[in-house]
């Protein structure tokens, strides 16, 4: 059933702006005047038929954060913990969130709570927005009748994931910033400073030095062929992320990253936090082992963990435990590995498992600290003595110039 976004006027004058669910606009108005609304505009809201013709461009328009799902579930688990009903608790939130493409996706929730249907089967219907550990755990809570508890754990998790993920951005703010500066000035000097330089040694008749003859070809290079340049940069781009998308790639790939210095290291305890967190706050909640391993699974993005978790569901199935599924993992560390030995033996898994969890995060923290403060001075001594065999370039020709006048 389509849905269509209105303006309207109540009895007492106000202006209200929402989406309602209609076979047509007619239906709609009908259904507006009934509630006591004068409808000023009613329009088809496009979003579901942009999602399906233009999934990319979708993702873009009617992006909505992690973020806003975990404030949603927070407010949820508040609303239903003080004993408000569910489709009541949904109406409330819906009413005050500001993103209208998550409002739209709350009054959907509603309608299919108020038809009969779970609260986890309406969160089953909108995956790109609500992860499967959403539906797990609220599955869980249904079955135990203890919602808030459940949502407020799934809260907890994507306020811990964004600054995780926000540490992570933060580490590589700062080395791309000295890239581009690196690049730009580097650019600037090939394009604009050498070739007037170039017309200046043209007329010195002695033979210019190897390391000048080197920086001018190479201006000419640049100030000749720079589109070839770019076209080359972003169609090796766009090949690395063709290759990266098979699973050949992606797996090979991902082999390389983790070998980069400083980063792979990064972003191994990056993955590996995600996935004690994940593993603890669902083990918490009393989701069964398997599941929780497939569901962390869907939430891990270096291939090569994914195998390895692949690998233990498949060993767990015939009878291992999840020690003995991970020991030979190229990912965990030794730490985690014992962390998840000592929670099974004492059955505490899930606690250890949030403990390796804060242990990882913290170790990211110093990674990112030390990232920073080791690539600022190579960054500063690269870009240094590029700048310098420019000046160099530069300079000995005109020393051997001031030599021939003498």
Not at 352 to 360: C, D, P, Q, T
Request: aromatic share 8%.
């Amino acid at each position: 059933m389509p849905h269509y976004q209105y303006t309207a006027f109540n009895n007492k004058g106000q202006k209200v702006t929402d989406v309602i669910e209609a076979n047509s606009p007619q239906s709609a108005t009908q259904k507006l005047k009934s509630l006591g609304l004068y409808v000023r505009e009613i329009r088809e809201d496009s979003a579901k038929r942009d999602r399906a013709l233009f999934p990319f461009l979708s993702n873009l328009l009617y992006r909505i954060k992690r973020k806003e799902a975990g404030i949603f579930a927070r407010q949820l688990g508040t609303l239903l913990g003080a004993g408000i009903a569910l489709n009541e608790a949904l109406t409330d939130i819906s009413d005050q969130t500001e993103n209208p493409h998550l409002k739209k996706i709350i009054y959907e929730m509603k309608q299919q709570v108020i038809e009969g249907r779970s609260l986890s089967e309406a969160i089953h219907q909108h995956q790109n927005v609500f992860p499967p550990v959403y539906e797990s755990m609220i599955r869980v809570g249904e079955a135990t009748g203890n919602y808030e508890p459940t949502l407020k754990r799934l809260a907890d998790l994507e306020e811990r994931t964004e600054e995780l993920k926000g540490r992570a951005i933060t580490a590589m703010i700062y080395p791309a910033f000295m890239l581009v500066i690196s690049v730009g000035v580097i650019f600037f000097l090939m394009t604009s400073v050498v070739p007037q330089l170039s017309d200046l040694f043209s007329g010195f008749k002695a033979e210019l030095p190897l390391i000048t003859r080197i920086v001018v070809g190479t201006s000419k290079f640049f100030t000749s062929f720079w589109y070839l340049m770019l076209l080359g940069i972003f169609g090796g781009i766009y090949a690395f992320i063709r290759y990266r998308k098979t699973p050949e790639g992606r797996n090979k790939t991902d082999k390389l990253i983790m070998r980069i210095p400083f980063f792979g290291g990064l972003l191994r305890r990056i993955q590996v936090g995600l996935f004690c967190r994940n593993m603890g706050i669902l083990l918490e909640s009393q989701v069964p082992l398997l599941d929780s391993l497939q569901i962390v699974c869907g939430t891990i993005t270096n291939s090569i963990f994914v195998g390895e978790i692949t690998l233990s569901i498949q060993q767990i199935k015939e009878g291992s435990s999840l020690r003995e599924s991970l020991k030979h993992s190229v990912i965990l560390p030794q730490m985690a590995r014992g962390m998840i030995a000592a929670g099974e033996s004492t059955d505490r898994l899930s606690e250890l498992m949030i403990k390796a969890a804060e242990i990882m995060e913290s170790e990211v923290d110093s990674a990112v600290k030390r990232m920073t403060q080791s690539l600022e001075p190579v960054m500063i001594v690269v870009l240094g003595g590029i700048v310098a065999v420019i000046m160099a370039a530069v300079m000995l020709p005109m020393y051997k110039m001031t030599e021939y006048i003498k």
